[in-house]
């Protein structure tokens, strides 16, 4: 077949590099090959008993909700948000349930952004922020995060321009694990309050912190701000796909109209998982072992003279600098898998060259046989 069927803007989209690596290290463990798979980010506990129990309860329900999610929920996420964020200006009215936070970026990208329409977004970045707004045909200016993995407000002062409508933020921040201080942010709102720039904050590991000088992006006085939740990563209910956004209510209203046409509304069993998770006050599943997983896991790369890393303060994930061994760090991480099975997500994919990123959700024991073995490779590398 030779005509090209497919629309313009398929052309712009990357295919994801952390499901590609996850779909290889699963072909290679199909074909017999011991894999230890660090790419992927979802927790590997089962979900809470109390939500399964809840949910097992609802399966005789099977209506259609209204668009924007069950008015308990709504009430219950506002009532949740309003008191973790200190924003009285939550109600129900701002908040969407979504299927999950993806489709609520998607939402709230293409509510706000025109074609050429500029949106800061720093760097390394999520690979799914970058690719979401390019599917809606806005212009993504980055900014590189300070070696702190702290957000660089100088260089943002220098990216705003008359286009730039909106900047996302997301602390705790994926690849690195780092959060934004709230020196920068309260600077940040300085900057950006006099203008009409919209903050978009992706919260969804705000429940998942190790330290104590965390303050959510939210709680910052930004004149306009969105937020996007979930409940994958707290709830380890990744794959029932269950979200919300809070904005206010002019632009809740439009990802609502949005919404209602593309999703109708997001799976209501996903909801109920919701409703029960708030009652329990959002709490994060597999909390304690996160925890020492990360210890394990910064102790041991540490030792590792050619890597190395800021202590991630949130999310679960470690981003270390492997650009002492191999700038190109698709090819460091391809060469990791060949010889020790070990699967990671190279930094290309945050557009963050020389740098792996690993999620340390797992099994301890798994997690210290992958450290040794990477190790063992770093130690030789390039002696072969
Ligand atoms: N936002 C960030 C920063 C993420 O890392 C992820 C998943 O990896 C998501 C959003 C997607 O979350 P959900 O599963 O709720 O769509």
Redesign the pocket.
């Known amino acids: 077949m030779s005509k090209n069927f497919l629309a313009d803007r398929m052309s712009v989209l990357e295919e994801s590099t952390t499901l590609a690596l996850n779909a290889k290290a699963k072909a290679l463990a199909a074909g017999g090959r011991t894999i230890y798979n660090l790419t992927v ?1 979802e927790l590997a506990c089962e979900t809470p008993e109390y939500i399964q129990t809840f949910v097992a309860g609802k399966l005789n329900e099977n209506k259609y909700t209204p668009p924007a999610g069950l008015p308990e929920l709504r009430e219950k996420i506002a009532g949740h948000c309003r008191q973790f964020y200190n924003l009285n200006w939550i109600t129900s009215d701002n908040v969407i349930v979504t299927g ?4 609520a ?1 998607w939402a709230i990208f293409t509510a706000l952004l025109d074609e050429d329409d500029e949106i800061i977004i720093p760097v390394p970045a ?1 690979v ?2 970058i690719e979401l707004v390019k599917i809606v045909g806005a212009k993504v200016i980055t900014t590189k995060l300070d070696s702190n993995n702290d957000l660089d407000i100088a260089d943002i002062r220098r990216k705003i321009t008359d286009k730039t409508k909106s900047i996302l933020l ?1 602390s705790p ?2 690849p690195t694990g780092g959060i934004f201080s709230s020196d920068k942010l309260t600077q940040l709102a300085k900057l950006v309050n006099s203008k009409k720039i919209v903050i978009i904050s ?1 919260d ?2 705000s429940k998942l912190v190790y330290v104590n000088n965390f303050v959510p992006v939210p709680k910052h006085n930004f004149k306009y701000i969105v937020i ?1 939740g ?4 707290s709830q380890a209910i ?1 794959g029932w ?3 919300y956004l809070i904005a206010p209510v002019q632009i809740a209203k439009a990802v609502n109209t949005l919404l209602s046409h593309v999703t109708g509304n997001a799976s209501l069993l996903g909801q109920y998982a919701g409703i029960i998770a708030m009652d329990h006050g959002d709490k994060q599943a597999g909390y304690r072992h996160l925890k020492s997983n990360r210890e394990l896991v910064c102790r041991t790369l540490s030792e590792i003279e050619n890597i190395s890393f800021v202590k991630p303060a949130g999310a679960f994930y470690v981003f270390f600098d492997v650009s002492k061994m191999n700038k190109n760090s698709v090819e460091w991480c391809e060469q990791l898998l060949d010889k020790t099975g070990i699967a990671l997500v190279p930094g290309e994919a945050f557009r963050a060259p020389g740098f792996a990123r690993m999620s340390f959700v797992g099994n301890s024991t798994i997690l210290e046989t992958s450290l040794n073995l990477i190790a063992e490779f770093s130690i030789n590398y390039g002696n072969a």
Do not use: C, E, Q, V
Request: zero cysteines; hydrophobic letters at 30%; charged letters at 15%.
């Open positions: 980010g999950s936070a993806k489709p970026l999520w799914s922020h997301n921040h994926n992706d969804i590991y996007i979930g409940f994958s990563k990744t796909r269950i979200g």
